[in-house]
């Protein structure tokens, strides 16, 4: 239903860009976007679209990373700009899909080091 692709290996201070596909036309999404889970810790939300059009923005990604969505592709995409050693993580494309219920990509990794 997702399937991501982006990622890799940064250094401090660079960009990199995900983006995740559906099978679906993503404007009939309740939610769809990017979670992160770190090595040791939770999953945590990093940015979504929700119902409407609206975003959602983790208090660490703010001002940082971006989401948007190309609908004619059902893609959603995370620009991730001035990267930090703490957002090196698992991250997950995710979408809650009305009467179908939520779904998770395959995690690609984010590894940020110099």
């Known amino acids: 239903q997702l399937q991501a692709s982006g990622g890799g290996l940064v250094q401090p201070g660079g960009s990199l860009r995900l983006s995740c596909a559906a099978s679906?036309?993503?404007?009939?999404?309740?939610?769809m976007g990017w979670y992160r889970q770190a090595s040791g810790k939770g999953r945590e939300l990093v940015a979504r679209y929700s119902v409407g059009g609206s975003t959602n923005y983790a208090d660490s990604v703010k001002g940082r990373f971006t989401i948007s969505r190309d609908v004619p592709k059902n893609t959603v995409i995370l620009q991730m700009n001035s990267l930090k050693p703490e957002d090196t993580a698992v991250y997950y494309c995710h979408a809650d899909i009305p009467r179908a219920g939520l779904y998770w990509g395959q995690g690609t990794q984010v590894t940020v080091s110099s």
């Open positions: 679906r036309r993503i404007l009939n999404f309740n939610a």
